[in-house]
């Protein structure tokens, strides 16, 4: 079963939030930015933007009439600067105006001054001062400190992995219309409709049943809209509230990279021990997490590398200690992993760390460590169903690993100036929202008189295929076609208390709640044909909208039942409510049952590298991965692939610069570099393991969202590895994106190059003089 998507989207039928009919009346809002990072806000002046033409209002927080607050986790985020701007970029002043030329026209007329104020771009510095978004957090299992001693052998080192960029392909937006009594209905394009809802009700000053949030699908989310799309979303419903006119509000691609959060930077040290066998006794961390200038979802971000610090090992003793770090940048937030990349990278440079100075491959480690059956993680969920072993065997067995290391090993002894390098990556990962109260939902089920479908739940579309996966668990368990069934959009008003679609956990809990409502419906119906026909119900099914009498076809159908227990006045509509059992996980002890299931999988990573370039290729990636029963193979094989791209992007092209001014210096798409066609693998080979899935997940079948974005973690190490073929001596800091900039340097760290001198970054005025938005 393909996508249903792709089919409209190439004949452009798909409706984003950009492509919905002007409604008359209509105002387009553009935002005034804060021109610094970090300052005292003195004064707003809108008043030359106001005598311009078709510039309807600008708004401030003073016109705000509710709360001026859309902090989720912690209350630290104003929805428009008040008293101070804490990061360059931030929202100042909304202005409304009659064209969206005339919105964006009007923003340097907006005087904004400043007084400024130290910044803080560095997280390490940030922690030195104190400056934490909440207080740290430790996970620890067995004594540390007492098994260094019972170590052959102890290693310490630094890790740095860099933040990226979302970059979906539709920018943040919202159109807001005023609705009758006092109320809005935002479309928007997020992830999490909810936290919309309920952000923009408390701006407004109005109750939740006063706001709708409406989203049909989105162009890409990554976790760049779970908590961020509620900013546009609030402030165009503060524009619709206040004007009682609609109001549209979408950003442009460079004002989206300027003005929004991405992947947490991290800053981590670590200690890692090993007996003489090369079993991992102890492993100590340290992260230092670069939150931006408020929480977001930093602390649950930073949450989730705890979880994830030893990845796929089982390590006895353990100690990991994070730290959430208040910078003067855009408030970090959720990608695609959420925090537990940024941890398996620290460990596996741990262990690489340790294999180059013991004269071992990391292989030789990684193996002898994976976790098995029983074996607890530092938080104490035992594994269950543990599959690190077969998808570790299963890829170096398929993928002829001893063969691939010939095959290296020779190529390099032959070639002088371009060598090879291979690297294995082994991924565990936990699917559920480690906030246990965030695993349920919901899902709404009619069935119309034509035997037609209607399926209403939380889940968002964002190119996941998630809609699909519904459908398909409706269809199946009414016993119907596909084409009878249609996944409607998420809507507030229709399905309330949402989570996000997040942590990988959507399908899983959306698709549950389907289920659930389908299994209602299929009761109440065959319990009526049971009843018409004179038939035990026991043997009563549906099967291709038949229903068959002990797996014979009976008198009746789908279409002709359906119409029978509506003049039966039989409810053909359901409302179903599904939660994960048995999850629970206490934050003051750091200890629990956080997750439904783990998923388990191995990616065996061959690059090139031209030594004199510093270019490289990544000539295969070749996955074993743990999918349980597949519901879709297609759709899962594509977010494999996907996820796996989008990994090797962060590790070796995405590089995210800033300035000691906090200013994005990576600020479009001709200094920020994604995988194109052809830094992707030649060869992606993704193979479906023999497991048998988990009842916790839908149908058996399970999640696959966020766990292969770390077998890109490999292509690293891979990189790493062709490097010491070139120069094995080459003292090679644990620091990614490995950028052909990196690589070049590392092959050819004697060179010296001395750069001409070039004007530093400065802002556009003197700090403290009256600036605006578009003049920085």
Known sequence: MNHLDPARHVRGESQYLDDIPVQHGTLYAAVVESPVAHGKLLSIDATAALQLPGVVRVLTAEDIPGENQIGGIVPDEPLLAEGHVHFRGQPVALVLADSEHAAHAALRHVRVEVSPLPIIVDPREAAAQGELIVPPRTFRIGAVEEAWAGCAHVFEGVAESGGQEHLYIETQGAYAFPTEMGGVRIVSSTQGPTAVQRHTARVLGVGMHQVEVDVTRLGGGFGGKEDQATTWGALAALGAFVVRRPVKLVLDRMADMRMTGKRHPYSSDFKIGLDADLKIVAYEVTFYQNAGAAADLSPAVLERTLFHATNAYFIPNVTATAYSCRTNLPPNTAFRGFGGPQGMFVIESAIACAAEKLGVTPADIQQRNLLREGDLFPYRQPTEGCH??????????????????????????????????????????????????????????????????????????????????????????????????????????????????????????????????????????????????????????????????????????????????????????????????????????????????????TALTTVRVDCLRGTYEVEAVQIAHDFGQSMNPAVDRGQIEGGAVQGIGWMTLEELVFNDEGRLLSNSLNSYKIPDLYSAPKVLDVHFLDTPGHSRAVLRSKAVGEPPLMYGIGTYFALRDAIRAFNPTADISFSAPMTPEKVLVNLHPDFKFTPAPTPAWNSPAPLNSVTTSEDS
């Open 388 to 601: 690190a072993e077969q998808a570790w065997n299963t890829a170096a067995e398929l993928y002829d690993l001893p063969v691939r290391r010939r095959e290296v090993a020779e190529f390099n002894a032959a070639h002088k100036l371009q060598k090879k390098g291979l690297a294995l990556m082994p991924i565990c990962f936990g699917i559920s929202f480690t906030k246990t109260a965030m695993n349920q939902a919901r899902a709404l089920v009619h069935i119309y008189t034509d035997g037609s479908v209607g399926v209403s739940t939380g889940a968002v579309e964002m190119g996941q295929g998630v809609n699909i996966k519904i459908a398909q668990v409706a269809a199946q368990t009414l016993g119907i076609s596909m084409s009878r069934v249609k996944v409607e959009s998420t809507n507030t008003t229709r399905v309330a208390n949402t989570s996000p679609s997040a942590a990988s956990a959507t399908a899983d809990l959306n698709g549950k709640a389907t289920q659930l409502a389908c299994l209602a419906l299929r009761e109440r119906l065959l319990r009526l044909a049971a009843t018409e026909l004179k038939m035990n119900y026991e043997g009563l099914q549906i099967e291709n909208e038949q229903v068959l009498a002990a797996g014979k076809p009976a008198d009746t159908t789908w279409e002709k039942l359906v119409s029978a227990a509506y003049w039966q006045r039989i409810s053909l509509s359901e409302n179903a409510h599904y939660a994960t059992p048995d999850l629970h996980f206490d934050a003051e002890t750091n200890q629990g049952y956080p997750f439904a299931y783990h998923v388990y999988g």
